[in-house]
């Protein structure tokens, strides 16, 4: 497997990079995905958008641990394949492709989307234990909160839609009894949200059988809620959000 130096990662300036370059990277994002048990099976999905209305999308029906780049496809705004070429030119396009390309359109800003099935994240939102909470200062401090969506069937229009007015705000969703989606400048940025996800559900995971959760307390969570504010990364509802969760209410007056 190609090893692709990620851009960022060492503070280097982010550079245009080439379809293949894209392609390298989803792969690599795959395998990581398959082998962290973060998907299983055909699950999941990965996508980048190369420019306006084009995206690079993983097929529907593979074992993305065993994806190739070669048989990632091209689409349009639409979902529709843009050129069938090599051993790309049988393959679907994942019903899925909705909820990435919902994501798109609400997030201009964005370049890709990780959408995953990680275990722990899916079982605490079937059980109602959410990760939008003041617990973990590291969440704060990179995602805000973790919110969870209502529920709605997987691959359909509605599927899409459920991630509506929190995506705006939110790099990283759990999806009800469904799975992930995470949202970066990068796949690998959108990757990381993503262990970022299933980090925290396995810590709260802990924290529910050892008793019960602390949550920060307030004056400590409001450094943290500073922190992001002075950064500009209290984008859409977030202040809002975190003055509920938090307490910190006293940072909007």
Same mark, same amino acid.
């Given at each position: 497997?190609?090893?692709?130096? +990620?851009?960022? #990662?060492?503070?280097?300036?982010?550079?245009?990079?080439?379809? +293949?370059? /894209?392609?390298?990277?989803?792969?690599?994002?795959?395998?990581?995905? /398959?082998?962290?048990?973060?998907?299983?099976?055909? &699950?999941?999905?990965?996508?980048?958008?190369?420019?306006?209305?084009?995206?690079?999308?993983?097929?529907?029906?593979?074992?993305?641990?065993?994806?190739?780049?070669?048989?990632?496809?091209?689409? &349009?705004?639409?979902?529709?394949?843009?050129?069938?070429?090599?051993?790309?030119?049988?393959?679907?396009?994942?019903?899925?492709?909705?909820?990435?390309?919902?994501? =798109?359109?609400?997030?201009?800003?964005?370049?890709?989307?990780?959408?995953?099935? *990680?275990?722990? #994240? !899916?079982?605490?939102?079937?059980?109602?234990?959410?990760?939008?909470?003041?617990?973990? *200062?590291?969440?704060?401090?990179?995602?805000?909160?973790?919110?969870?969506?209502? =529920?709605?069937?997987?691959?359909?229009?509605?599927?899409?839609?459920?991630? @509506?007015?929190? !995506?705006?705000?939110?790099? @990283?969703?759990?999806?009800? $009894? +469904?799975?992930?989606?995470?949202?970066?400048?990068? #796949?690998?940025? @959108?990757?990381?949200?993503?262990? $970022?996800?299933?980090?925290?559900?396995?810590?709260?995971?802990?924290?529910?059988?050892?008793?019960?959760?602390?949550?920060?307390?307030?004056?400590? #969570?409001?450094?943290?809620?500073? /922190?992001?504010? @002075?950064?500009?990364?209290?984008?859409?509802?977030?202040?809002?959000?975190?003055?509920?969760?938090?307490?910190?209410?006293?940072?909007?007056?």
């Amino acid at each position: 497997m190609t090893i692709i130096r +990620h851009s960022g #990662a060492s503070g280097e300036a982010e550079r245009p990079r080439s379809e +293949h370059e /894209w392609r390298q990277e989803i792969v690599q994002v795959c395998r990581l995905m /398959w082998e962290k048990d973060y998907i299983a099976a055909t &699950d999941g999905n990965v996508s980048v958008r190369l420019d306006t209305d084009r995206f690079l999308v993983t097929p529907s029906g593979f074992s993305k641990g065993f994806l190739q780049p070669d048989q990632l496809l091209v689409i &349009d705004g639409r979902g529709e394949p843009v050129a069938r070429y090599g051993p790309a030119r049988h393959l679907r396009v994942s019903s899925e492709i909705l909820l990435h390309l919902e994501a =798109y359109r609400r997030r201009p800003d964005i370049r890709s989307v990780v959408h995953a099935h *990680p275990p722990l #994240a !899916i079982a605490l939102s079937i059980v109602g234990i959410s990760l939008a909470r003041c617990v973990l *200062p590291e969440v704060i401090m990179s995602l805000g909160l973790i919110p969870t969506t209502a =529920y709605a069937t997987p691959a359909s229009p509605e599927g899409a839609q459920v991630i @509506a007015g929190l !995506i705006e705000s939110y790099d @990283a969703l759990i999806l009800q $009894r +469904h799975g992930s989606v995470t949202v970066g400048k990068s #796949a690998w940025e @959108a990757y990381l949200k993503l262990e $970022r996800l299933e980090h925290a559900a396995l810590i709260t995971k802990a924290i529910v059988e050892l008793g019960g959760a602390a949550p920060l307390p307030v004056e400590e #969570a409001a450094k943290l809620v500073e /922190w992001r504010a @002075a950064r500009g990364l209290l984008t859409g509802t977030q202040a809002d959000d975190l003055c509920e969760a938090c307490g910190v209410c006293h940072l909007r007056k």
